[in-house]
């Protein structure tokens, strides 16, 4: 996923607020998509509603998946003025398998 240009009254208003890192936790699998917002170092929750409603807009994120989790997140480092993005996914693994011999319950008889 490539990082969208920050708005810049979001910029703005996180410098004021001494927030130094967004990010953007995508994540999805079913059919909806999840977003969760982290603010460092301090959190601020109705500007993290803010940022909300604007990554909503910005990035097309449906969730819709074969019922395996994954995501992306995206940092913007507003100290060092980079952005960085990674992807992650849940990986089905199967053990070895187990036999045993098939066993066959007997009727139960019934009782007159």
């Not at 607020?17 to 967004?22: C, K, P, R, T």
């Not at 170092?41 to 990554?55: K, L």
């Not at 998946?65 to 913007?76: A, K, L, P």
Request: hydrophobic share 30%; net charge negative.
């Amino acid at each position: 996923m490539k990082a969208e240009p920050l708005k810049k009254e979001i910029y703005n208003k996180a410098k004021e607020l001494g927030i130094e890192n967004i990010i953007l936790h995508f994540s999805g699998g079913s059919d909806e998509g999840y977003l969760d917002i982290e603010l460092k170092p301090t959190h601020n929750q109705e500007f993290a509603n803010e940022i909300e409603d604007w990554a909503w807009e910005v990035y097309e994120y449906s969730g819709a998946g074969d019922c395996s989790d994954f995501g992306d997140n995206i940092t913007y480092n507003l100290k060092e003025g980079k952005a960085t993005t990674s992807e992650w996914y849940m990986v089905r693994k199967d053990e070895e398998e187990d036999f045993c011999d098939l066993e066959i319950a007997e009727e139960e008889s019934e009782e007159e």
